[in-house]
Nanobody, 111 residues
Framework: QVQLVESGGGLVQPGGSLRLSCAAS????????MAWYRQAPGKQRELVAR???????NYADSVKGRFTISRDNSRNTVVLQMNSLKPEDTAVYYC?????WGQGTQVTVSS
């Protein structure tokens, strides 16, 4: 079955960086677009970044220039590099492939 396992979350100070990773299995990774979503307390889940099978990317306006999504088809992994983190980036971050979701990883940005 499809499995998406996130890792890399944690507590970081404003201005810091984190690297989230999602290990995928149970489907042909290279044939699927992948995405990262996030959900902050009391808010709806929102798209953060998406990468197509060809490597084209798109980002939420709030993270453009700070976050970078990438994929490694040889390792069935999608990565979200997050720089210049802000307190408003605090959320649970989820890896997504179509209707499949990972368990989420908590990112907290606080001094």
């Amino acid at each position: 079955q499809v499995q998406l396992v996130e890792s890399g979350g944690g507590l970081v100070q404003p201005g810091g960086s984190l690297r989230l990773s999602c290990a995928a299995s149970g489907f042909i990774f290279r044939f699927n677009a992948m995405a990262w979503y996030r959900q902050a307390p009391g808010k709806q889940r929102e798209l953060v970044a998406r990468i197509t099978v060809y490597g084209y990317t798109n980002y939420a306006d709030s993270v453009k220039g700070r976050f970078t999504i990438s994929r490694d088809n040889s390792r069935n992994t999608v990565v979200l590099q997050m720089n210049s983190l802000k307190p408003e980036d605090t959320a649970v971050y989820y890896c997504n492939r179509e209707g499949d979701w990972g368990q989420g990883t908590q990112v907290t940005v606080s001094s």
